[in-house]
């Protein structure tokens, strides 16, 4: 069974959705952990459900911050970390220490509107299409090699809420098949994975 961490910056509805398939039998994982660097539903929602939790609030400077984040990490042996909604970068060493076994989700078309504001970019550049992406995390900003995406359109009146809210199924289905082709061995990360 695959063990997983999952690191949540906010109200976790991607984490929730994982364990719910993960409940269900859908899934050979189990989130063995989760964290984050503030207080966050995430963290109470994985609370509810009996698994561990911590919280490594984020300081100066961001490699030592990195480095604590990971020792907790590696402290409850995953084979996998999932960055679900997680707000802060990891340092390059850090993300070294766990890679290539770093997975991030993101809602947009990678290499498309990387960063913080996906879908308000891809909304201010009147794009008509964008989508969501699983990637494998590497030193740079949403720049690792792409696991699985999907295309969405932008809808005429979307709104960063109303758009992002469509995207999370996608993000959430993703998500599901990669940590499932993990787990049976049908998928293995490298830092060339397509």
């Given amino acids: ?18 364990l ?19 207080e966050c539903e995430g963290l109470a929602h994985a609370a509810e459900h ?22 907790a990490i590696e402290s409850f042996g ?3 970390t999932l960055l679900s909604g997680f707000m802060r970068l990891l340092a390059p060493d850090a993300v070294e220490r766990l890679a290539p076994n770093l ?11 990387p960063g913080a504001h996906a879908v308000r970019d891809a909304l201010a550049a009147r794009a008509e299409r964008t989508g969501a992406s699983v990637i494998v995390v590497d030193g740079g900003v949403d720049t690792g090699p792409v696991v699985a995406q999907e295309r969405i359109a932008i809808e005429p009146g979307d709104t960063e809420a109303t758009l992002h809210e ?18 049976d061995g049908t998928l293995q990360l490298t830092a060339r994975t397509k």
Avoid at 1 to 18: I, K, W
Avoid at 22 to 29: F, H, N, S, W
Avoid at 166 to 183: D, G, H
């Fill in 78 to 80: 995953p084979d996998l």
């Fill in 166 to 183: 469509r995207i999370k199924p996608i993000e959430r289905e993703l998500t599901a098949s990669v940590i499932s082709a993990v787990a």
């Fill in 1 to 18: 069974m695959l063990r997983v961490v999952v690191l949540v910056s906010g109200s976790g509805t991607n984490f929730a959705d994982l």
């Fill in 50 to 71: 009996g698994i561990p939790t911590f919280v490594e609030p984020f300081t100066r400077p961001r490699e030592a911050w990195s480095n604590r984040v990971v020792d």
């Fill in 20 to 38: 719910a398939r993960i409940q269900r039998g859908e899934l050979d994982a189990e989130i063995v952990a989760v964290g984050a660097d503030r």
């Fill in 103 to 113: 997975l991030n989700t993101h809602p947009a078309y990678l290499p498309e509107f």
